[in-house]
């Protein structure tokens, strides 16, 4: 089995570490942010609000790249490089501002997140329910817009 390799010192952790202790002064009283924390190579923070119907946003980096996820979804991979942090603030702003739309389903969770160049990211996460009652279509959502960290 491979050791893990250190968390880079670099311009990336640099600039996440700075974002997490931006978020965590203009969220007080509306949401908080778990401090970056380093695991033997890998770091995260999460970002959340007590506030019914927000979307929480977790947010890890190693070696080899950068991970932004919602509510629990597997999130999306991104490379170690500042254009990777503007997409993880993007993505946070969204769930911050209530800008993000949530689809329910039988076991299933969507998200769509607007980004700041007109595209949308989606990503969804199957629940158990969601695994065990695998049907050959799409089951249908209910759609949603998230709540604001209020």
Known sequence: MKAPQALPLDETTAALRALAARLQERLTGRGSVC???DEGGVE???VSSPSEGTVEVWVMHDADGVVVSLGGAPGWELPREQ???DVVEAIIAAAVEGRIEVGT???VRSYRVP???GSVREDTAEGLVGLLLAMPWKPRLRWTTAAPYA
């Open 115 to 117: 980004m700041p160049d």
């Open 44 to 46: 995260g923070f999460t």
């Open 105 to 107: 389903g039988r076991g």
């Open 35 to 37: 401090p970056p924390h």
């Open 83 to 85: 254009a990777s942090v």
